[in-house]
């Protein structure tokens, strides 16, 4: 509790002076990353059959990247697109309830005259309300039908992979040929088009900094150079053991020139 009292009392401190017209703060180190990183597997275990990128090959959201074995989902959805296209069940059912209407209109007409039983022209008409039950059970099936080549194209989706981020592809761990589960990934994808930076500042920075202000990145050699970046976070729980805090820095990278995995310098200045 002593330790975190004498924290806070700095902390404290420094807030108070912080208007004080102090100098700048001097640089400290970081480390800039890909803003995202991901380890594509497949949802199903499977075959792989094809492998569409390479490390270092840049992807697009959407973009395929490797595929599995999907011959037996192929053939799946055909037949079930057969079945959502077969309309001959409801056109059969439709010829029925007319039919089986028409009989009933006719059966109850000779029961107002007396020339046939109400029992006759009773079971004419409950012969009418079972097709056209049967009617709407074509129409359910047909319905069942359609909704079933949904399910047998997911399940064949699943077997392509595709990129979820715009990115660099960092490795590849798989060739056509492999099997794979779930759990294996197939690539890994950074994105770059953003960096992620990350520093550790002293506690005393944490007056001075604000979410949104812009710094200056300075990478190591042969990098160099000056590159703005603005804070996105700053941890609001200190390390009392190293008397630091987090800060984290987007910095833009829209041409893809700056590479990932780079120490570099954080200056809190802008010129």
């Given at each position: 509790m ?11 401190s ?13 640089p400290v180190?970081?480390?800039i ?8 597997a ?8 094809e492998?569409?990128v390479e490390?270092g090959?840049?992807?697009t959201?959407?973009q395929?990247i ?9 053939v ?17 059912a ?12 006719r059966?109850?007409?000779l029961a107002d005259?007396?020339?046939?039983s ?10 009418a309300?079972?097709?056209?039950q ?7 099936a ?17 077997k392509?992979l ?12 798989v060739?056509p ?35 949104g202000?812009v ?11 000056r ?22 820095m987007?910095?833009p ?15 809190f200045?802008?010129?």
């Amino acid at each position: 509790m002593g330790k975190v009292r004498t924290l806070t009392t700095v902390a404290l401190s420094l807030m108070a002076s912080a208007g004080a017209g102090q100098t700048p703060l001097p640089p400290v180190g970081c480390l800039i990353q890909p803003l995202d990183v991901v380890d594509l597997a497949s949802p199903v275990a499977g075959l792989v059959s094809e492998v569409l990128v390479e490390r270092g090959d840049h992807v697009t959201t959407g973009q395929r990247i490797a595929q599995f074995d999907t011959a037996l989902e192929v053939v799946e959805l055909d037949a079930a697109r057969a079945r959502a296209s077969n309309t001959h069940a409801i056109a059969a059912a439709e010829s029925r309830l007319a039919f089986r209407e028409d009989m009933a209109i006719r059966m109850a007409r000779l029961a107002d005259r007396n020339a046939i039983s109400d029992t006759d022209a009773d079971e004419a008409r409950m012969e009418a309300d079972t097709a056209r039950q049967a009617l709407e059970e074509a129409r359910v099936a047909l319905r069942v039908a359609q909704i079933d080549v949904q399910a047998a194209a997911a399940r064949l989706d699943r077997k392509i992979l595709r990129s979820p981020i715009d990115g660099l592809v960092t490795s590849r761990s798989v060739s056509p040929g492999e099997f794979r589960d779930g759990d294996d990934p197939v690539v890994t994808i950074a994105r770059i088009d953003r960096l992620r930076v990350e520093a550790y500042v002293p506690l005393e920075y944490y007056p001075a900094l604000s979410i949104g202000d812009v710094v200056q990145i300075i990478p190591e050699a042969p990098i160099g150079g000056r590159h703005t970046a603005y804070i996105t976070v700053i941890d609001q729980v200190f390390d009392a053991a190293s008397a630091t805090l987090g800060i984290v820095m987007e910095l833009p990278n829209p041409d893809l020139t700056m590479p990932a995995g780079l120490r570099c310098e954080v200056s809190f200045g802008d010129g």
